[in-house]
Nanobody, 112 residues
């Protein structure tokens, strides 16, 4: 059984930074793609960033140049470094493994 636990969310002022972490349990992490998604109130869940098992990355247009996804397979952890945060980045951020497993989410609020 796979479990994903996100952390690192919080309240930050516009222009600030946060780093989210997603730690996986189970043995299948290293061979699979991992994505970060977000869902704002009243909106559908959307892909923010994704990293393949080989390290290829892709990003939503709205976060390109500001967010960076990375993975440490030895620690079974994926990170999302978020810089130059904007109020529109406010959402619950979820980690997803292989389009199958979801974490519980971590709240990110960008506000002055």
């Amino acid at each position: 059984q796979v479990q994903l636990v996100e952390s690192g969310g919080g309240l930050v002022q516009p222009g600030g930074s946060l780093r989210l972490s997603c730690v996986a349990s189970g043995s299948i992490f290293s061979g699979l793609a991992v994505g970060w998604y977000r869902q704002a109130p009243g909106k559908e869940r959307e892909l923010v960033a994704r990293i393949s098992r080989g390290g290829w990355t892709n990003y939503a247009e709205s976060v390109k140049g500001r967010f960076a996804i990375s993975r440490d397979s030895a620690k079974k952890t994926v990170y999302l470094q978020m810089n130059a945060l904007k109020p529109e980045d406010t959402a619950v951020y979820y980690c997803n493994l292989a389009d199958s497993f979801w974490g519980q989410g971590t709240q990110v609020t960008v506000s002055s």
